[in-house]
Nanobody, 115 residues
């Protein structure tokens, strides 16, 4: 059974930084795409950043310049470094893996930006 497990969320003050990690288990193939989505209360889930196997990266405009996504070359592991965090970054962050025609999701990790 495929499982994606996120870690690294928490409470941080505005202007602070967090590094989210996601590791997949039970996967016998390499995901074509791995990325991070987030969902704030009352809002739809949105893409934060994604990275494909070839190395192409996409960021949401709202986090561009403040966030860096990276991926292990040998593992289905993806990271998201977020800097200069703002209260509007508060959301549940979900790890996503795409492969063999399917989407796989983690359970989510809460990120709260507040003083």
């Amino acid at each position: 059974q495929v499982q994606l497990v996120e870690s690294g969320g928490g409470l941080v003050q505005p202007g602070g930084s967090l590094r989210l990690s996601c590791t997949a288990s039970g996967v016998i193939f390499r995901f074509d795409v791995m990325g991070w989505y987030r969902q704030a209360p009352g809002k739809e889930r949105e893409l934060v950043a994604g990275i494909i196997s070839g190395g192409n990266i996409k960021y949401a405009d709202s986090v561009k310049g403040r966030s860096t996504i990276s991926r292990s070359n040998t593992k289905n592991t993806v990271y998201l470094q977020m800097n200069s965090l703002k209260p509007e970054d508060t959301a549940v962050y979900y790890c996503n893996g795409k492969g063999r025609g399917r989407d796989y999701w983690g359970q989510g990790t809460q990120v709260t930006v507040s003083s």
